[in-house]
């Protein structure tokens, strides 16, 4: 990244692109189902839509939290922007260029600049091996650095992340929770990625300790120049940390924005139901109402917006038709609200 762009010239130019992706999870018959249906019985194949054509940017230097509720699709499409999971429809581009979705090594370092940070460090942390081997194994394989640098290398990336050097030489287990999140920080940052997709990577820790690593993420974006895609169901950290939101529902995406606008003007009606639920010091005492109704199934999602089957404003059209996605002001929202009502 030139030096002599300014923070405004950065943040204007797009890093991430998705373009109508989707992801479908298929599930087809298992021995005993296939029995069953040779002896008449009605079984068929089942799909789940996951993400349903989704498209946004990420914009270089930039923080975009990913909202909504548990079973939206925010994490599958963190996995497949990080190449962990394949594509159905659609394309990523990264600076401008189509990400790589092969899993030989030479794809596989070509997607190094993305790196993802997963929300349980001690299930993404292989307790046989020593915290120096964790976070130098892959830049060794890689070629940044060679075996006999490893130590130092190492070294360097714990200092940066605010770890004892010395903790190289012990195992994940016999660190704190905060801790094993910061190795989990620096393993990702061994390999000089400019792009971090971060999914919950806070929500395992303590209220303490989530702050602490959430001002290392603040300090590291500014240090490395790095960019984020923050995945949460927590709207305060999001709004903490967030320049940008993206809201999804049941694997749409109903609105976008810049976080004060978001925050302070939400246009789609899911996202006043999520932030009406945000507990805050001055709401004096109320009750907490949950949104209407389950989300429905992705097996079976509705029809037109997914929405409408828990939407107080739902109207006829709401089940028929899909609501394309508008431009209003710096926000985008796909709701037939804003364009000419519901009927």
Request: charged share 20%.
């Amino acid at each position: 990244m030139p030096s002599s762009l300014s923070h405004q010239q950065i943040i204007m130019t797009a890093a991430l692109q998705i373009q109508q992706v989707s992801r479908r999870f298929v599930k087809t018959p298992g021995a005993i189902e296939k029995l069953a249906s040779w002896m008449g019985a009605d079984f068929s194949v089942q799909t789940i839509h996951a993400v349903d054509q989704v498209s946004f940017e990420v914009n270089r230097g930039e923080v975009v939290g990913l909202v909504g509720e548990s079973g939206c699709g925010k994490s599958t499409l963190g996995r497949m922007i990080a190449g962990l999971l394949p594509l159905s429809e659609g394309r990523l581009l990264y600076d401008g260029q189509p990400l790589p979705t092969g899993t030989d090594l030479n794809s596989r370092r070509s997607r190094l600049r993305l790196q993802m940070i997963f929300q349980d460090p001690m299930s993404s942390l292989n307790p046989r091996m020593k915290v120096g081997d964790i976070i130098g194994e892959a830049p060794v394989l890689h070629g940044l650095v060679s075996a006999a640098e490893k130590t130092d290398y190492v070294a360097n990336l714990l200092k940066k992340v605010s770890l004892d050097p010395d903790y190289a030489k012990r195992f994940a287990h016999q660190f704190s929770g905060g801790q094993r999140q910061r190795i989990c920080i620096a393993r990702a940052l061994a390999v000089q990625p400019d792009f971090l997709i971060c999914d919950e990577s806070v929500a395992a820790l303590d209220v303490s300790i989530q702050a602490q690593i959430i001002n290392l993420f603040q300090q590291l974006r500014a240090d490395l120049g790095l960019t984020y895609l923050f995945i949460s169901h927590d709207l305060g950290v999001v709004q903490h940390l967030a320049d940008r939101v993206v809201v999804m529902y049941l694997g749409r995406v109903v609105e976008t924005g810049p976080s004060n606008d978001l925050f302070s003007e939400p246009l789609h009606p899911y996202t006043r139901a999520l932030l009406d639920e945000v507990p805050r010091l001055n709401s004096g005492k109320r009750a907490y109402v949950p949104i209407k109704g389950e989300i429905a199934s992705a097996l079976n999602p509705p029809t037109g917006c997914h929405f409408h089957t828990r939407c107080p404003q739902a109207g006829p059209r709401c089940k028929r038709e899909q609501p394309t996605t508008q431009n209003i002001g710096a926000q985008t929202v796909a709701c037939h609200l804003h364009q000419g009502g519901t009927q």
